[in-house]
């Protein structure tokens, strides 16, 4: 069964601090979006990537495809950046349907 | 563009009532997807369509019912509604080309269901 972990699971933190969140998961993919759920519900998509780093803005995203494991990075973080961010894998295939990871919950506090 | 849309954004039901989820998006996607996400769980997929007229099974189908008469919509039909398929229920959809697995997907605002 394809497997996705993020962790932490929560995470609170101070305005101004680096934030790193984890995401591992079990086979090869395709591509892994990091996707950003806000308070009030609503889903957006931040990044995907199939190898490498992006960057917008504050936040940077990477791959390590040998090491099946991405982390997403928020710089001199803001309150406005709480909320949950997931990860989603794409295992491929021609649906190219996604495997959600079950999200971390992150607090900035000011 | 709106984007995706969805209503209702909250219903309450009876157990064995039916309903159905409206989902549309006007961005000439061909791929769109429904998916419930439940607390302490990630977001699951109950079936999804690669374009008019086709749909299939996601992983969670059971109970529910789709059908893709245009490009535009999407409905999620609950026949018999039960408390396990109490749920937040989010409509999504990308464009559906080849390169499917590295396209961006754009998700509705969500469905609140409670089924009494």
């Known amino acids: 069964k394809n497997e996705v972990e993020q962790s932490p699971q929560n995470l609170t933190a101070q305005e101004g601090e680096f934030i790193t969140i984890n995401c591992s998961y079990s086979?090869?993919?395709?591509?892994l979006h990091w996707l950003q759920q806000h308070p009030g519900g609503g889903i957006v998509s931040l990044f995907m990537?199939?190898?490498g780093k992006k960057k917008h803005g504050r936040l940077i995203a990477t791959i390590n495809i040998q090491e099946k494991h991405s982390s997403l990075h928020i710089t001199a973080s803001h309150p406005r950046d709480s909320a949950v961010y997931i990860c989603?894998?794409?295992?491929?295939?021609?649906?190219?349907?996604?495997?959600f990871g079950k999200g971390t919950k992150l607090s900035v506090k000011p | 563009n709106a984007g995706v849309t969805q209503t209702p954004k909250f219903q309450v039901l009876k157990t064995g009532q039916s309903m159905t989820l409206q989902c549309a998006q006007d961005?000439?996607?061909?791929?769109m997807s429904w998916y419930r996400q439940d607390p302490g769980m990630g977001l699951r997929l109950i079936h999804y369509?690669?374009?008019?007229?086709?749909?299939d099974q996601g992983e969670v189908p059971n109970g529910y019912n789709v059908s893709r008469s245009t490009t535009e919509d999407f409905p999620l039909r609950l026949l018999s509604a039960a408390p396990s398929q109490t749920s937040v229920y989010f409509c999504?959809?990308?464009?559906?080309?080849?390169?499917?697995?590295?396209?961006?997907?754009?998700f509705g605002p969500g469905t609140r269901l409670l089924v009494l």
């Open positions: 999504a959809s990308r464009l559906g080309t080849v390169a499917g697995p590295q396209e961006t997907q754009y």
């Open positions: 086979v090869g993919i395709s591509a």
């Open positions: 990537l199939s190898s």
């Open positions: 989603a894998p794409n295992y491929g295939g021609s649906q190219g349907n996604l495997i």
């Open positions: 961005m000439n996607h061909e791929y």
């Open positions: 369509s690669v374009g008019a007229g086709i749909t």
